[in-house]
């Protein structure tokens, strides 16, 4: 939705190189910060996750990583492989309860 | 393991039929959430619900209504289906730890319902 911008809406990369996702969000009170991978034909699945008393996480070949002053959160993915090939999916609590998603990044890995 | 399941995979319906999607979860979960996935649109959330016979509006309510009978159970309603309501379909759900708020914690899916409306 319009306030949980992400960028690029498709990103293709050589295995073996990094990937960045990047997200911004509007409202200042947002929490809480996780990623989900959609992988074709199946569920979002969460990957990874933030809450705003870090400023970084790391999982293996993933991380995010988040800027509470400027209001933006980014996926790391190094040393792709095919597997990875999905699309991800940011996400931020607003006021009100309402739990906006970004409108996805479709990852292609080129072995 | 988490299991959200959906009732239908596929379903295609008329315009103006009226149209139930439903929903299981088995892990107890108290947060229950209905959304719809557009290609360069992302997932919009429709309507979610914290406990029983509670609902809340999401972002795109209009034309739409929920259920919330049984905790395990959140069926979405489409009261006249249109053709504007074809879409994957997804719900979710998840379990707030407490002192969270509802949204500041994991979403589990069902695997979508794509419906056709024709």
């Known amino acids: 939705g319009e306030n949980v911008e992400q960028h690029p809406s498709t990103l293709s990369v050589q295995e073996g190189d990094s990937a960045v996702i990047k997200c911004t969000y509007s409202?200042?009170?947002?929490?809480?910060f996780p990623w989900y991978k959609q992988e074709l034909g199946k569920r979002p699945q969460l990957i990874i996750d933030?809450?705003?008393?870090?400023g970084e996480k790391k999982d293996q070949r993933i991380a995010v990583t988040l800027n509470k002053t400027a209001k933006h959160f980014s996926l790391h993915i190094t040393e792709t492989q095919p597997e990875d090939s999905a699309v991800y999916f940011c996400a931020a609590p607003l006021a009100g309860n309402q739990f906006y998603f970004g409108t996805g990044t479709s990852l292609t890995v080129i072995p | 393991d988490v299991k959200v399941t959906q009732s239908s995979r596929y379903l295609v319906k008329r315009t103006g039929e009226k149209v139930f999607l439903e929903c299981v979860q088995d892990?107890?979960?108290?947060?229950m959430f209905w959304y719809r996935q557009d290609p360069g649109l992302g997932l919009r959330l429709i309507y979610f619900?914290?406990?029983?016979?509670?609902?809340e509006k999401g972002d795109i309510p209009e034309g739409y209504s929920v259920s919330r009978e049984k905790k395990e159970r959140f069926s979405l309603i489409l009261e006249s289906a249109s053709t504007n309501q074809t879409s994957m379909y997804l719900c979710?759900?998840?379990?707030?730890?407490?002192?969270?708020?509802?949204?500041?914690?994991?979403?589990?899916f069902g695997q979508g319902t794509r419906l056709t409306v024709v």
């Open positions: 619900s914290y406990d029983v016979k509670m609902k």
């Open positions: 892990m107890d979960h108290e947060n």
């Open positions: 979710a759900s998840s379990f707030p730890p407490e002192g969270l708020s509802p949204m500041n914690t994991e979403a589990f």
């Open positions: 933030i809450r705003s008393n870090v």
């Open positions: 409202d200042s009170a947002s929490n809480y």
